[in-house]
Structure formats: C-alpha cells, structure tokens
C-alpha cells in the first residue's frame, strides 16, 4: 500500500476536504493507489463498512511533536472539523491555525471529556488515574 498520510494529503489537498465517503469513492479505481485497503467484494462488506474502514484509516495517521523541554509524543494528524453545513478532516497544524477550527475541535475535546467523565465518575480510582495522568 501507498504511504496512506501522502495519500491522504493529496485528497485533501486536490479536494480542500477529506471525508470518508470521499476517500471510498476514489479509492472505487482499482488504480488507485488505496484501493487495495478497502474490502470490495460486497458479500463480505457493504458500503458502510468500507466508510468505517476510511474513517479508521484517516484516524490512523499520526504526526510526532516535540516539547519545549525536548520530550515527544504523538497526536492524530487529521481531527474531524464540524462546519455547521459540512463535517471534514483536516490537517491538525492546520487546525492550531485557524480559530475557528481550534474552537471547534476543543470544544469537540470538551463534550468528549464530559461524557467519559459522567461514565466514571462514581470510581474513586478513575479521578486518581486522571489526576496520575495530569500530573
């Protein structure tokens, strides 16, 4: 399989989005050079599948930074960005970039925290492994 980040770059960049769908519908060549990561053969896999298996592709992508300090670690390349009349992955350096973006995006990380903390919440462990974590 290609480099799937270049690959992925190369969408967003031809189409200034990358969806799933967009990404299955391309990939339908069989020249193209993500055709091989889909599972085509409709008897094992349907149309919904295949839009999963994009999404956890587009969601694999990784990026490595670097701290002040020297310390490094990873993050998602791609975060999925709600426009109001339209929902696209784009590129995290793009996203620190743009105040709406960023907006967006935290506030998407704050309804996330939200939710698992009203899961766990009731476990004294889960807040001492959040406040290990954060420390």
Not at 17 to 37: I, N, Q
Not at 90 to 95: K, N, S, V, Y
Not at 122 to 135: A, T
């Given at each position: 399989?290609?480099?799937l ?11 200034q ?22 599972e085509w ?15 956890q ?6 990026i ?16 999925s ?8 992955y ?6 620190v970039?743009d ?22 919440d ?14």
């Open positions: 399989m290609a480099d980040r270049h690959e992925l770059e190369l969408i967003w960049k031809e189409h989005e990358l969806t799933a769908t967009l990404v299955v519908d391309l990939a339908r060549d069989e020249g193209h050079p993500l055709h091989a990561s889909f053969d409709d008897a094992k896999a349907g149309e919904s599948f295949r839009l999963s298996q994009a999404r592709m587009i969601r694999s992508v990784k490595t930074y670097k701290t002040d300090d020297g310390k490094s670690g990873n993050i998602r390349h791609w975060y960005v709600d426009r109001g009349q339209s929902r696209s784009e590129p995290a350096d793009e996203i970039q105040d709406v973006a960023l907006a967006i995006v935290l506030r998407d990380m704050e309804r996330e925290w939200k939710t698992l903390k009203r899961k766990y009731r476990f004294g462990q889960f807040r001492d492994m959040v406040l290990k974590d954060l420390g």
